[in-house]
């Protein structure tokens, strides 16, 4: 194999080390995308390269240290992903956070803390990939379904997700004249440690079926699809991928 050679597709995933984005970047790697996993973390970022190294190329794998909430920090993201792979033209934005507080108890760097990761990480990469991604270019934003029906104690992170949807229509007209494609996931529970940590879900405030939780790997299977060429039409779309959960009365 030649690996100087330049992959047809390169993708920036968010939230990279592990759950979503893992997965996501697993379903990249075998449908022979290159990917650049982003996170906070060198270590975890490492570890994940080891995992997804078992089954695909190491040399379409490379990572950035990137804390999202930061412009600079995204911006050389962007351009080592280009210095490295000579092109970029996909980017999840799957960065999360999520806190637990009541409203009358948060503070202003709390909604600051969660909207720079969840809403202004996104953005600050839709940015880059209008300024710097070719035409045929795609961003996947992963929003929730908390941004349309949400519980207790979640405030700053339900806002973010549904600002996150505001910010995809906005981004799919702006970036269809330059060939940019802007849509959104709305996964529902999941089965990652944010589900299993969430204090509502351990406390028996809210209650999980089982049958309603789905897998890393069905939200990436989404995420590629709007990502791939056979979602070529679809833009400034908002894909429920939540086993069916808010179809219910």
């Known amino acids: 194999m030649d690996t100087n050679a330049q992959p047809a597709h ?34 975890k970022l490492d570890a994940a390269v080891l995992e997804l190294s078992k089954d695909a190329d190491p040399a379409r794998i490379a990572t ?15 351009d080592g992903a280009i210095a490295r792979f000579g092109h ?12 637990f507080k009541p409203i009358e108890e948060q503070t202003p760097d709390d909604w600051q803390r969660v909207l720079g990761v969840d809403l202004m990480g996104a953005f600050f990469f839709v940015k880059q990939a ?3 991604m070719p035409r ?22 339900a806002a973010a997700k549904a600002a996150l949807l505001s910010l995809t229509r906005s981004g799919a007209i702006e970036g269809r004249p330059k060939g940019i494609r802007v849509n959104a996931v709305l996964p529902g529970a999941v089965d990652t440690p944010m589900l299993w940590e969430n204090p509502n879900v351990k406390s028996g405030a809210e209650v999980i079926d089982k049958a309603d939780v789905g897998t890393p790997e069905d939200i990436a299977n989404a995420i590629a699809f709007l990502a791939g060429p056979d979602a070529g039409f679809v833009c400034g779309a908002s894909l429920y991928v939540d086993g069916g959960r808010l179809a219910k009365l």
């Open 136 to 157: 045929g270019g795609a961003v996947v934003n992963v929003s929730s379904v908390h941004a349309v029906e949400t519980e207790a104690l979640v405030a700053p992170y």
């Open 64 to 78: 950035a240290v990137c804390d999202v909430s930061v412009e600079d920090q995204v911006a050389a993201t962007v």
């Open 10 to 43: 390169v993708a920036i995933v968010t939230g990279a080390a592990g759950g979503i984005g893992l997965a996501t970047c697993r379903r990249f790697l075998r449908d022979g995308v290159a990917v650049v996993l982003a996170g906070r973390h060198q270590d």
């Open 88 to 99: 970029w033209d996909i980017v999840v934005n799957n960065a999360g956070l999520m806190e």
């Open 130 to 132: 209008f300024l710097k």
